[in-house]
């Protein structure tokens, strides 16, 4: 598979088939996203792979958890700016209403939109996840380098026929997943991922989300 076609093929998948992941395409994919750059080679990812009777277990206790606080919990870190400004506030308001209309939810029934928000809180279906930390100290610059680490990830994943979704939601649930899996405290949780066979026939899959023009964020000289 061509970069290309990885990064145009790959969205975030909101549906997965249930069918397991093979442990060596997780493998496989490790080995690859390691390349990823880093600032000085810093490396600063940390990262948490779950599946089978674990990410069962792990998911029973969020939905138990989800009973008495459906919220979840106080993120540590701001997921969007206190004030997101336009156009940045626009494109996340447009972004939200695509994906509810790929599956006729409509602006008013905000009970769908939490319940399918929550979903997010299973790992939309998917047979295998992940989590990303990196430590507290570290600056935005590394952020930057975790980020470019996900994105490594999500593309290998489209060469081993596997999608993914990244998970910010999983911040409001940082507290619940540094008790089960163990995360140090000088670890902050950044985001989760699913990762699994996309469900074709699933209408939320079909979400192509749009892209700004050129003209609102590139300035070209002497090209
Ligand atoms: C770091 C990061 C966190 C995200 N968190 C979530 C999330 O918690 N839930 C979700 O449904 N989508 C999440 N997304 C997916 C974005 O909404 C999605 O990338 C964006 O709308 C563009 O769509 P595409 O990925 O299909 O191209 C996240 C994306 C990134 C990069």
Redesign the pocket.
Same mark, same amino acid.
């Given at each position: 598979m061509k970069v290309s076609e990885a990064l145009a093929s @790959?969205? !975030?998948a @909101?549906a997965f088939l249930d069918k397991p992941v093979e442990k060596e395409k997780i493998m496989a994919i490790l080995e690859g996203a390691a390349r990823a750059p880093s600032g000085g080679n810093l490396q600063p990812w940390h990262v948490w792979v779950i599946a089978g009777e674990e990410l069962a277990r792990f998911k029973a206790l969020i939905a138990e958890r989800m009973k008495t606080t459906p919220g979840g919990e106080e993120t540590e870190y701001h997921i969007y700016p206190p004030n997101l400004k336009d156009p940045y506030r626009s494109r996340r308001y447009k *972004?939200g209403e695509d994906l509810y209309a790929t599956i006729g939810i409509g602006r008013d029934n905000k009970p769908a939109r939490l319940m399918q928000l929550a979903k997010?809180y299973q790992f939309f279906g998917a047979p295998a996840a992940m989590f990303f930390a990196i430590d507290r100290d570290m600056q935005e610059g590394q952020w930057a380098d975790l980020?470019m680490y996900?994105q490594s990830i999500m593309l290998l994943a489209r060469e081993y026929g596997l999608h993914t *979704?990244?998970?910010?939601?999983?911040a409001r649930w940082h507290s619940a997943i540094r008790e089960f899996v163990g995360m140090p405290p000088e670890l902050m949780l950044f !985001?989760g991922l699913a990762i699994g066979y996309l469900d074709e026939a699933h209408p939320i899959n079909t979400? @192509?989300?749009d892209r700004a023009p050129f003209d609102e964020y590139v300035s070209f000289r002497g090209l």
């Open positions: @790959r969205i !975030s @909101r *972004c997010n980020g996900m *979704c990244p998970q910010e939601a999983w !985001s979400l @192509r989300t």
